[in-house]
């Protein structure tokens, strides 16, 4: 099947594991269902903590899976040193931000589990920006470092319904209650100013990283900068490096993330369509002492991209009649399969849209219509 009469989804699922098998990421397969208890005791970590349950033959209480990080955390053995590459292709089962009810949705992420280094790093943001580029030309990767944060926010000893309300006026870019937040708690003015700086900035690496380094030389969130920094350069002279802005409005729970975060948009799509991150709490909550920073790709929000910009079903209706010998059909599926989708019919069919109409007679061939 040509990738042009594919869905959004399903050609985004064959590009995207030849990126992952490229740069050697090895395909993991999970069941459909696992122990309720593995995601109600980390439901703050799910998109969405509405979980599709049952009841097994001895008496289990089962989820139908909502997500995959978490069983390939459960189920990935690690040898000290050691760092898996893992890739998935899998249906989860969650409440669809398009329809508000529960949806199976095609699912494919990537993990890299274990002693991860600022490569390790770089290569899952490579591999998020190239993603994103095989969706869409026009699109973007925001990344924060939520090291920053969290190191400014620690020394402020905070309570955890305090760090929420500071998160979530951070992700709204939301100054103005932040700042009133800030006040109320009697911040100091050094950290008062910092935060406000970063709800407020977004930007390129280039504009945004030498003011960052003004703001935070000296600071208990420099070493969480350099790395940001050092992790960024690597795109020097990439195709890639222009697609990627800095934006600390990208905010994840402090319980299970702790380092670069990140996700991607495209245009026609409000909503991101990837999103990750370094998660190594959520290792350490799950018993292992190593780290893991990884992403998924939400490919039901690419339905949006077929139904809002497709304009037709297929390029090309090749219509023949009784006396159409089988060569000539052959021929001309041939000649206008080399510029796009073919549907042949004996039959037209008025609800199809098409760039190009053509019919055959006998053995003559003749374009009837032809659409801008």
């Not at 940001?228 to 600390?248: C, N, P, Q, R, Y």
């Amino acid at each position: 099947m040509q990738k042009s009469v594919l869905k959004s989804e399903e050609r985004a699922v064959l590009d995207l594991r030849s990126i992952y098998d490229q740069y050697g990421y090895s395909p993991y397969k999970m069941s459909k269902f696992e122990e309720y208890d593995l995601y109600v005791r980390n439901k703050d970590f799910l998109v969405s903590d509405s979980v599709i349950t049952f009841t097994d033959t001895n008496g289990k209480l089962l989820a139908l899976k909502p997500d995959v990080t978490l069983s390939i955390i459960k189920n990935t053995q690690l040898a000290p040193g050691q760092v898996k590459k893992l890739y998935y292709n899998e249906n989860v089962y969650r409440i669809s931000q398009e329809t508000n009810s529960f949806k199976e949705i095609m699912q494919v992420g990537l993990e890299c589990i274990g002693e991860i280094d600022e490569y390790c790093l770089y290569e899952v943001l490579l591999l998020a920006a190239k993603s994103l580029r095989s969706i869409s030309k026009n699109s973007v990767l925001d990344i924060s470092h939520m090291g920053i944060i969290a190191a400014i926010m620690d020394k402020m000893e905070l309570s955890r319904a305090q760090s929420t309300r500071l998160l979530a006026f951070i992700s709204a870019k939301n100054v103005h209650e932040l700042e009133q937040e800030l006040t109320a708690i009697d911040a100091e003015e050094s950290d008062k100013a910092l935060l406000l700086q970063l709800a407020g900035i977004y930007g390129k690496a280039d504009a945004v990283l030498p003011r960052l380094e003004k703001a935070l030389g000296g600071t208990v969130a420099w070493e969480a900068f350099c790395q940001l920094k050092t992790v960024l350069a690597a795109f020097e002279g990439s195709e890639l490096k222009k697609m990627i802005h800095i934006d600390f409005s990208v905010i994840n729970d402090l319980k299970y993330y702790n380092g670069i975060i990140f996700k991607g948009f495209v245009e026609g799509i409000p909503a991101s369509v990837l999103s990750g991150g370094q998660y190594d709490k959520l290792m350490r909550k799950m018993k292992h002492t190593s780290g893991a920073v990884g992403f998924a790709v939400y490919l039901d929000m690419l339905e949006r991209i077929d139904t809002d910009s497709k304009q037709y079903d297929v390029d090309t209706i090749i219509l023949y009649d009784s006396e159409s010998s089988l060569q000539t059909i052959q021929e001309a599926v041939a000649q206008y399969a080399a510029a796009g989708s073919v549907l042949t019919l004996k039959a037209a069919d008025k609800k199809l849209h098409y760039k190009r109409l053509v019919e055959i007679r006998g053995n003559e061939v003749r374009v009837v219509e032809e659409n801008a």
